[in-house]
């Protein structure tokens, strides 16, 4: 199947046809590999952030994340609206402990439609590390304001926008009340903050 996927490249110079060489060689012998195709599909169809996110999801396997940001941020400033780009930056982000700038990139990829089980897995990780920036420093850390910084009005809205159209298992229609980081993720600010002021031992602790 490689092979033939690799041979289909010299008769067909199409961007699709390297990209599908490129992620049969992916599958088989890995991104480094793989990451020629997809920058000879790149070469072939200039800004197409689909191919610019196969590149950058290879840097990612690679462990190479000064190289695959670069690549995000670059693709992002020819292809503004690309979503996925915009999710595969939060992650480089948070990798990075970043977690303004992962929040700032992932509530974009959100605001732009872009809703699965990665930014609901990020935003409560988020929401955890915003917690545990008080209990690192109680005494000088402004709690709320982080968490508003990162869980603003308008970023709650495109999460619950987000959410709603989202996948069935992601969204569920009756969030459980009693549960801080999910009341937080899910928009439920105020019953969360009261959840969070009951127990602010326990944080602290």
Request: hydrophobic share 40%; charged share 20%; aromatic share 10%.
């Amino acid at each position: 199947t490689v092979e033939r996927a690799v041979a289909r490249c010299a008769p067909c110079l199409h961007s699709i046809t390297f990209a599908n060489a490129g992620a049969a060689v992916q599958a088989v012998s890995g991104p480094e590999k793989a990451i020629p195709f997809y920058e000879s599909a790149e070469k072939l169809s200039p800004g197409n952030p689909a191919v610019a996110a196969e590149i950058v999801n290879c840097y990612i396997e690679l462990g190479n994340h000064a190289k695959a940001e670069s690549k995000a941020r670059t693709a992002l400033s020819k292809t503004p609206d690309a979503s996925v780009l915009w999710q595969q930056l939060a992650a480089i982000c948070f990798q990075k402990e970043n977690w303004r700038e992962a929040a700032r990139a992932l509530f974009k990829s959100m605001s732009l439609g872009y809703f699965d089980d990665i930014s609901a897995s990020m935003c409560l990780s988020l929401y955890t590390h915003v917690v545990s920036g008080m209990t690192e420093d109680p005494a000088e850390y402004n709690f709320y304001s982080g968490l508003r910084e990162i869980f603003s009005d308008e970023n709650l809205a495109y999460l619950e926008a987000a959410a709603s159209c989202g996948h069935g298992d992601i969204s569920p229609s009756e969030p459980p009340s009693y549960d801080v980081s999910w009341n937080m993720i899910y928009g439920n600010v105020e019953h969360a903050h009261e959840a969070m002021s009951e127990n602010v031992d326990e944080y602290l602790e």
